[in-house]
């Protein structure tokens, strides 16, 4: 059964998430149509969502403008796996600490907004992260921070004493851009599990190829 991966595309790294979570599901043995989702009806459709980085007040904006933002909280809420990356992760928390984000509430978790600095202050870590064997190259780009975790959240990963990756649920989120490496085990982690099959809570299936 193929599995269908929707990439939210009102803004971000469309492409690289989309062949990372195409290299991701060659490593776990399924195949993976990626979908980009710029308007609502799709994501029911998708059995996986990645929620890339960029500017999170116009993403939030354009979600919600959209339709898209009540169709992700609803895939959440059925269990359904979503990756979500820098911007996509202060979208997808509770509080980002600034009005002009529409949060989705999908993640438990707040957020500090270009908390590692400017673009120029970008830099890659060898990041430690549960559930994986080595360290992952983190590239952090204007990356924000984690504060409050709640619980039930799983941190996954710390840099500097601070959370830059959790699990809460089937939601994966990190502050870092996991999709501008060649090493996709952070999209294998979040949207993946070790038979192949979508993450996902309460034995919820796939949705059937069409």
């Known amino acids: 059964m193929t599995l269908t991966a929707g990439v939210v595309a009102v803004q971000g790294d469309v492409s690289e998430h989309a062949e990372a979570v195409r290299r991701a599901g060659e490593v776990h043995g399924r195949e993976t149509e990626v979908r980009e989702i710029r308007t609502s009806g799709t994501v029911p459709d998708c059995d996986l969502l990645l929620l890339p980085g960029g500017e999170s007040t116009t993403i939030s904006r354009l979600l919600h403008d959209e339709g898209i933002a009540e169709e992700i909280v609803a895939h959440v809420e059925a269990g359904k796996p979503v990756l979500a990356t820098c911007a996509g992760l202060i979208v997808a928390a509770t509080d980002a600490g600034d009005d002009r984000v529409r949060n989705l509430g999908v993640a438990d978790v707040t957020v500090e907004r270009?908390?590692?600095?400017?673009?120029?202050?970008?830099?890659?870590?060898?990041?430690?992260?549960a559930g994986l064997d080595d360290p992952f190259p983190a590239v952090f780009i204007r990356a924000p921070l984690i504060g409050d975790?709640?619980?039930g959240v799983e941190v996954l990963a710390e840099w500097d004493g601070r959370p830059v990756a959790v699990r809460d649920g089937p939601v994966v989120g990190t502050s870092f851009h996991p999709e501008l490496t060649p090493d996709s085990r952070i999209h294998g982690l979040g949207l993946f599990d070790n038979d192949g099959r979508a993450v996902a809570e309460d034995g919820a299936e796939p949705t059937p190829d069409r």
Do not use: H, I, T, W
Not at 114 to 129: H, I, W
């Open 149 to 151: 975790v709640g619980e």
């Open 114 to 129: 270009n908390a590692f600095g400017r673009q120029k202050d970008s830099f890659e870590a060898p990041l430690d992260v």
